[in-house]
């Protein structure tokens, strides 16, 4: 039987409109036809993670993985489509469970220190949500904290201190002690070690790691890194201008990634041992998301683009056991 998913993301787009500037708005009191332009920051993306699963979430800047993230806890609402947990859909809740549900997903992001109050210290950073959420009382508060102080790894009598007393590495871990406070079941890390020092980040890394194994967390881990993801993932979806373009167990994907543009992000990485042959990194920028482009978004960068691609968006569809994949060259075989 296949494993419940405990985060179910069905069909989701967000949209985001640009407001008109000052002088179009004029021009258009007087006569002008000026539209607002959108931005479709992720457009029809499917994903279910199941309890204990790690997904890495991988793209270029601008193809909507972070977006995709927000609306995975709740900090987006999607413009269409339906998020599920645990199989309901979080729009049938009661007002009680949707807040249960909100405590239940939690963000950690790439900038700490931006995330961080700089005038709390990280005693009432820690205590704060888990005291106004009655998940404690004020009098259990400075025990509470020191708990998720060591369980991260940090020294419970620095409690007192402020954000900027501490380094890169300890901002990354009060980050996580804020989240794990609410005692979520599913955290997203939004290129949460993409800022550290390679040897911090395996330490956080391995920290997330141990978390998964003590407390049954469940990730959806973004980054632009395939190298961290290979590490820490169990499935690795990548993302293209606000589509899923390719899903695939970790293990497989590095074995034979299918999507040219997941093979061109692979070539982009030096010192990833997989088999790269005829693998070519990518060239070009990624096209503005104001206006993809028609067909397959990937066609103008893409090597092996055909007269189809420029026309028809090739679908994410099964190209083997719990591997998709949305190319037209799988059209093909
Ligand atoms: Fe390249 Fe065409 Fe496949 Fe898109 S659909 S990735 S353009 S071959």
């Known amino acids: 039987m296949t494993a419940k998913p405990i985060i179910e993301l069905r069909g989701v787009s967000k949209h985001f409109t640009k407001r008109l500037s000052l002088t179009a708005r004029i021009g258009n009191l007087l006569g002008g036809r000026s539209m607002p332009q959108t ?43 339906d998020r599920h947990w645990q199989g309901k859909s979080v729009l049938s809740l009661s007002p009680s469970e949707r ?9 950690i992001f790439q900038d700490a220190y931006a995330s961080l109050n700089p005038r709390l210290r990280v005693a009432d950073i820690i205590g704060e949500a888990p005291l106004a959420h009655g998940l404690i009382t004020a009098a259990a508060e400075g025990e509470y904290v020191g708990a998720m102080m060591q369980r991260v790894g940090l020294d419970p009598s620095l409690a007192h201190r ?14 996580i002690a804020r989240a794990l406070a ?20 395996a330490q956080v890394i391995n920290l997330f790691l141990a978390l998964r194994g003590d407390l049954g967390l469940t990730y959806l881990f973004i980054s632009h890194d395939l190298g961290v993801v290979r590490h820490i993932a169990d499935r690795v979806v990548i993302m293209y201008l606000g589509r899923v373009v390719e899903a ?3 293990e497989a994907f590095f074995a034979s990634p299918n ?6 992000l692979i070539a982009e990485v030096p010192r990833l041992d997989v088999r790269r042959k005829n693998f070519v990194a990518v060239t070009g920028e990624i096209p503005s998301p104001l206006a993809p482009p028609r067909g397959c978004h990937f066609h103008p960068r ?10 028809e968006a090739p679908s994410l569809r099964v190209i083997a056991p719990d591997r998709f994949s949305a190319c037209h060259l799988n059209d093909q075989t």
């Not at 993670?49 to 609402?77: D, Y």
């Not at 609410?182 to 980040?201: K, M, T």
């Open 39 to 81: 931005v479709r920051a992720v457009d029809d993306v499917s994903l279910a993670i199941t309890k204990g699963e790690v997904v890495g979430l991988v793209g270029e800047s601008g193809c909507g993985k972070s977006t995709l993230g927000r609306i995975a806890v709740g900090l987006h609402a999607p413009t269409a489509g």
């Open 99 to 107: 807040r249960a549900v909100q405590l239940a997903g939690q963000m």
């Open 162 to 175: 402020y954000p900027h007393q501490f380094s890169g590495g300890q901002r990354a871990r009060i980050g």
């Open 182 to 201: 609410v005692r979520p079941e599913f955290l997203v890390c939004d290129e949460a070690v993409a800022a550290l020092d390679v040897s911090i980040q």
């Open 248 to 250: 695939a167990p970790t």
């Open 259 to 264: 999507h040219p543009y997941a093979k061109a």
């Open 302 to 311: 893409c090597p092996h683009v055909m007269p189809k691609c420029r026309i």
